[in-house]
């Protein structure tokens, strides 16, 4: 599964957009860029995942570039509660195809989310 | 709640004894996961299971780390000797097939 680089932390307003950049030029053409979160003492949180095309779900958006070899994360109007660290991961789709299913997590990004 | 459980959620021990923690997948999720967490680095992979079959091991997993799965659904994660570097939160994360994993709130180990 190809690596990806996450700045260590970062910081956004309450109620602004948060954009957290995810780089992993080393993709292959079959791995699918997977967000998770994990807040303070929980467990990690599925976010969205997508191949090339932009993804939105109830949660995030997630911007692919052309290339695929960076994606952004959008959440669009951060709350306090969005304050967790992020994780960007990449690999091939949970498609029942054999694989092991693992996730390989770097260290993330540290959100924080100010009043 | 259908979610993963995990038991005890915190537990102090003194070093040498032996711990065991608990995981109760999501009901039909045939495949279960174990990862450890240090403070201030993401989850590393420990092992998964297949129903009641381990079919991976990390070499983060010593001898005195064993795992098992009797009966395909709940699992067990025990610690022999405990160590102080074993101090960590230890995550169970459980899938249907090779589908999305998810996560437990994880049993948080403190060795004194």
């Known amino acids: 599964d190809a690596k990806t680089t996450q700045p260590t932390s970062m910081d956004c307003a309450e109620g602004r957009a948060a954009n957290l950049p995810c780089n992993h030029s080393?993709?292959?053409?079959?791995?699918?860029v997977y967000w998770y979160r994990q807040i303070h003492s929980q467990g990690p949180q599925y976010i969205i995942h997508?191949?090339?095309n932009n993804e939105t779900n109830e949660m995030a958006s997630l911007i692919i570039t052309e290339d695929r070899k960076s994606s952004t994360l959008i959440l669009p109007h951060a709350t306090l509660r969005d304050t967790a660290v992020y994780y960007c991961?990449?690999?091939?789709?949970?498609?029942?195809?054999?694989?092991?299913?693992?996730?390989?997590f770097g260290q993330g990004t540290t959100l924080q989310v100010k009043p | 709640d259908t979610g993963v459980s995990q038991d005890p959620r915190h537990k102090i021990t003194k070093r040498g004894q032996n711990v065991t923690f608990r995981c109760d997948p999501i009901?039909?999720?045939?495949?279960l996961y174990w990862y450890r967490q240090t403070l201030g680095q993401g989850p590393e992979f420990l092992t998964y299971?297949?129903?009641?079959?381990?079919?991976?091991k990390s070499r983060l997993l010593s001898d005195r780390f064993s795992a098992e799965r009797p009966k395909g659904s709940f699992s067990t994660l025990e610690i022999q000797r405990t160590e102080q570097g074993d101090s960590a939160m230890y995550l169970c994360?459980?899938?249907?097939?090779?589908?999305?994993?998810?996560f437990g709130q994880g049993t948080r180990l403190t060795v004194v």
């Open positions: 994360a459980s899938s249907p097939g090779t589908g999305l994993p998810f």
């Open positions: 997508g191949l090339k």
């Open positions: 299971f297949q129903n009641e079959a381990q079919l991976e």
């Open positions: 080393t993709i292959s053409g079959n791995e699918y």
């Open positions: 991961i990449v690999r091939r789709p949970f498609d029942g195809s054999g694989n092991t299913g693992k996730l390989i």
């Open positions: 009901s039909e999720h045939n495949r």
